[in-house]
T-cell receptor
């Protein structure tokens, strides 16, 4: 099946720093999604990307759908302690097809 | 709206015991799914359903059964628990491409 390589596995940064994480795939996806999981909770959708080359922002978060449709990145600017959690990328091909998740990036932010 | 509700939150089983993890959603979503989350493995799809009466296998279905008799409920059954099934289990429902996750059930099999 399709696999997503998500990197880095973990990051430990100081409050105020910018963060970047990415996902690559051996095959193309038509939709890329980024989720965040707070400790003890289920993942929540942050950003959805539907078109190759698309750049979308949600507050301090910016995500891009790679032009080859095989990759995506997520940037977080001016990190704050509540950004702590696990960030997952996910790819989907179409409609009601299943989502393929990356293994996640654990982000720790030091005040 | 409660969204996706999972029960129980925590469970400890002995090897060989059976149990059912409950999942209910009140958003009238047709699509529901079960994932397990293990350290370093991300979220892996166990089973999913595109509507009442229809279920299908995901990436890691062995050792788990599901049924979908109503739109609202999608229980996950472990017939004979094994230590390898120690994990955090998430139920999710979907309309379009946005998955809504429950808060998980942490299962330990000893």
């Amino acid at each position: 099946g399709q696999q997503l390589n998500q990197s880095p596995q973990s990051m430990f940064i100081q409050e105020g720093e910018d963060v970047s994480m990415n996902c690559t795939s051996s095959s193309i996806f038509n939709t890329w999604l980024w989720y965040k999981q707070d400790p003890g909770e289920g993942p929540v959708l942050l950003i959805a990307l539907y078109k190759a080359g698309e750049l979308t922002s949600n507050g301090r978060l910016t995500a891009q759908f790679g032009i080859t449709r095989k990759d995506s990145f997520l940037n977080i600017s001016a990190s704050i302690p509540s950004d702590v959690g696990i960030y997952f990328c996910a790819g989907q091909n179409s409609g009601y097809s299943t989502l393929t998740f990356g293994k996640g990036t654990m982000l720790l932010v030091s005040p | 709206n409660a969204g996706v509700t999972q029960t129980p939150k925590f469970q400890v089983l002995k090897t060989g015991q059976s149990m059912t993890l409950q999942c209910a959603q009140d958003m009238n979503h047709e699509y529901m799914s079960w994932y397990r989350q293990d350290p370093g493995m991300g979220l892996r799809l166990i089973h999913y359903s595109v509507g009442a009466g229809i279920t299908d296998q995901g990436e890691v279905p062995n050792g788990y059964n599901v049924s979908r008799s109503t739109t609202e409920d999608f229980p996950l059954r472990l017939l004979s628990a094994a230590p390898s099934q120690t994990s955090v289990y998430f139920c999710a429902s979907r309309m379009g491409q946005q998955l809504h996750f429950g808060n998980g059930t942490r299962l330990t099999v000893t």
